[in-house]
């Protein structure tokens, strides 16, 4: 079990979920009502005999693989490293997680260094 009480899980989205749910016939099943939790990061606050989550504020439990570790931004604070060496590596956490999909590389690089340059310039303060 990769999970304790007391983690934040990232639900997945509903495409990756729709994606492997069939390779997980057996255990917890994933129904529509859950979807509203999808992209989410909730709190586990207790797991079951068999593995399954439940998280603060949502009463529907998770199988392990309906979510995944969230990715700590915490070692993007401004005190854990210098910005202007580090926002190549900050592109590429966030480039998952964006939701260009219809734009070019070039174009979406582009509109994640203005945002990155953005952050840095209001931590800067």
């Known amino acids: 079990m990769k999970f304790k009480v007391g983690d934040k899980v990232l639900v997945k989205s ?4 729709n994606t492997v ?6 255990g ?8 509203q ?9 207790h797991i079951d005999e068999n593995g399954d989550i439940l998280c603060n504020g949502c009463s529907y439990y998770w199988a ?3 979510v995944e570790a969230p990715i700590d931004f915490s070692q993007y604070e401004p005190e ?14 966030m480039l998952p997680y964006s939701d260009f ?5 070039d ?19």
Not at 14 to 17: A, F, G, P, S
Request: proline fraction near 1%; charged fraction near 30%; aromatic fraction near 8%.
């Open 64 to 66: 392990e693989w309906m």
């Open 28 to 35: 917890t099943n994933f129904v529509p009502q859950m979807e």
């Open 107 to 125: 174009v979406l690089v582009d509109n994640l260094f203005e945002i990155v340059d953005k952050v840095i310039l209001k931590l800067k303060g």
């Open 101 to 105: 999909n219809e734009l070019s590389t």
């Open 14 to 17: 509903l495409e990756e979920i």
């Open 21 to 26: 749910k069939s390779l997980h016939i057996a």
């Open 80 to 93: 854990n490293m210098k910005w202007e060496e580090r926002r190549y590596e900050l592109i590429k956490v």
């Open 37 to 45: 939790w999808c992209g989410k990061i909730l709190q586990i606050n």
